[in-house]
C-alpha cells in the first residue's frame, strides 16, 4: 500500500526544483529537467518563469517547442490563464492564419511552435523574425524523451540550425530541455 503525499510537501518539491533550474539556467547553463506524474506542469512553470525574469539591452523572446501542436495549444492555453503582463505568448503552427503572422513575428516575445514549423517557417525566412531572433534569450524544448530516432535526430539538426542563426542576430540562448 502506497502512502500519500502531503500536497504541501508536493509543493514544497516542486519549488525546489523549479528554484533550482531556474538558478542553473539564469547561470547560462544548460538544464535538463524531468518530472513524472502530476509535477510535470513544474517543467513548463521552469520555462515561464525563465522566460519573465530574463532581462537583457535588447527585449527578451522565447522560443517553446513542443513536439506536438495539441501539446502547443495545451501550454498556449496555461500560459494565457496566467495572465502575465510581460507576457505576449502566440502559437505559431501549420494551422496559424497567415494573415496573423506577421503580426506575431513583429509583436510576441513568447512564441510557442513545434520542430517541423521551425524548421519550415521560422529558420528559412529569418530575416522576418530578426527582431524576435535577436532577443532570443530561452529555447525551450519540452517531451524530450519522443525525440528520438529519425524525428530527434531532425530535431536536433534543426536546435543547431537556430543556434547559428542566433548568433547571426548576436544571440546566445540558454536552451532548457525537459522531460
Same mark, same amino acid.
Given at each position: 500500500? %502506497?502512502?500519500e503525499?502531503?500536497?504541501?510537501?508536493?509543493v514544497?518539491?516542486?519549488?525546489?526544483?523549479?528554484?533550482?533550474?531556474?538558478?542553473?539556467?539564469?547561470?547560462?547553463?544548460?538544464?535538463?529537467?524531468?518530472?513524472?506524474?502530476?509535477?510535470a $506542469?513544474?517543467?513548463?512553470?521552469t520555462? $515561464?518563469?525563465?522566460?519573465?525574469?530574463?532581462?537583457?539591452?535588447?527585449?527578451?523572446?522565447?522560443?517553446?517547442?513542443?513536439?506536438?501542436?495539441?501539446?502547443?495549444?495545451?501550454?498556449?492555453? *496555461?500560459?494565457a490563464?496566467? %495572465?502575465?503582463?510581460?507576457?505576449?505568448?502566440?502559437?505559431?503552427?501549420?494551422d496559424?492564419?497567415?494573415?496573423?503572422?506577421?503580426?506575431?513575428?513583429?509583436?510576441? !516575445?513568447?512564441?510557442i511552435? !513545434?520542430?517541423?514549423?521551425?524548421?519550415?517557417?521560422?529558420?528559412? !525566412?529569418? %530575416?522576418?523574425?530578426?527582431? *524576435?531572433?535577436?532577443?532570443? %534569450?530561452?529555447?525551450?524544448?519540452?517531451?524530450?524523451?519522443?525525440?528520438?530516432?529519425? *524525428?530527434?535526430?531532425?530535431?536536433?539538426?534543426?536546435?543547431?540550425?537556430l543556434?547559428?542563426?542566433?548568433?547571426?542576430?548576436?544571440?546566445?540562448?540558454? *536552451?532548457?530541455?525537459?522531460?
Open positions: 500500500m %502506497s502512502e503525499v502531503p500536497v504541501g510537501r508536493l514544497s518539491v516542486i519549488v525546489a526544483v523549479l528554484a533550482a533550474a531556474l538558478l542553473i539556467s539564469l547561470a547560462g547553463l544548460v538544464v535538463l529537467g524531468a518530472t513524472g506524474g502530476d509535477a $506542469i513544474g517543467t513548463t512553470l520555462h $515561464i518563469i525563465e522566460a519573465v525574469l530574463a532581462r537583457r539591452e535588447v527585449p527578451a523572446t522565447a522560443l517553446y517547442v513542443f513536439p506536438t501542436k495539441a501539446l502547443a495549444q495545451n501550454q498556449a492555453g *496555461f500560459l490563464r496566467l %495572465s502575465l503582463a510581460s507576457v505576449t505568448a502566440c502559437v505559431y503552427d501549420g496559424t492564419p497567415r494573415q496573423d503572422r506577421a503580426w506575431i513575428r513583429r509583436t510576441a !516575445n513568447v512564441i511552435t !513545434n520542430p517541423d514549423m521551425c524548421h519550415y517557417g521560422i529558420l528559412p !525566412n529569418h %530575416s522576418k523574425w530578426a527582431r *524576435f531572433l535577436a532577443g532570443l %534569450s530561452l529555447v525551450a524544448i519540452d517531451e524530450l524523451h519522443t525525440l528520438r530516432g529519425i *524525428f530527434g535526430s531532425h530535431v536536433a539538426h534543426v536546435m543547431r540550425r543556434r547559428r542563426i542566433a548568433a547571426h542576430y548576436r544571440a546566445d540562448p540558454v *536552451f532548457v530541455a525537459t522531460s
